[in-house]
């Protein structure tokens, strides 16, 4: 490049950088910081993100930041409460939950979550009740859902009966829905009615995805019921299609229960 053209070259640069600095102050609206429940709601997902990563500490500084920003939006407070809750900060979870309750009490969601908070923190007759709200919300598109959560909430109790009660709801809306199911083989297994766990392993298998969980339920069905043959084949599944599970831990470990 001759000296001309690099003096022409310099000179279109210079236009282009006055002409930025020109606009950038005639046009400053351009530049404007974006809304509060915009910054929150990014935020509130970052913060669920570092989450899933176990990322503890960053997703604590994201969520305060969402907080700091939009204090009144009930997602952003329950989801504070749910990594508060994952922190072991117990008091920072509760005003978490019960603000966010507080500001979506007429969101079937919102209501589905803070019951399924008021069951693990030893509330279960008020998450039971609240999940049985939800169920009959016409609000909400998944009652089979509450439902389950309630059958949970009650089994952590020892109430077997109204647990089952829950799941066959469940099963009633949605047929063969893989967690309501599971519960169920769970339960008969508990109960001491292996045959009953193994036909509900069976079936759930001939519509449903395997799991873990499920195959691990199949393990200890055929093991009570002295079919080692059946049980070492569910646990070969096990251990090929989920290696890293609890459950293949468990199987390497020795843990027959």
Known sequence: MNSGSQK???????CCLVACTQTHETHPQKFKKAAPEVIAETDMQLAIEFLRE?????SRDAIERALAENPASANVQMT???IYERLN???KAERAYSTGYRLGKNDPNIQNNYAGYLCRSGKAPEGEKLFAQ???SPLYQTPEV?????????RSTGDM???EKYFNQALAIRPNMPEAMLQLGNIALDNGDAAQAQDIVKRY????VPTAELLWLGVRAERKLGDSAAAAAYARRVQTEFPDSEQAQMMRSGVQR
């Open 8 to 14: 022409m070259l310099a000179i279109v640069l210079g």
């Open 54 to 58: 176990g990322k503890m500490t960053e």
């Open 80 to 82: 504070a409460g749910l």
């Open 89 to 91: 900060d117990a008091r």
């Open 134 to 136: 939800v169920a009959h």
């Open 146 to 154: 509450a439902l389950v959560n309630a059958g949970v909430c009650v």
């Open 161 to 163: 009966l109204d647990a």
């Open 205 to 208: 298998l001939a519509v449903n």
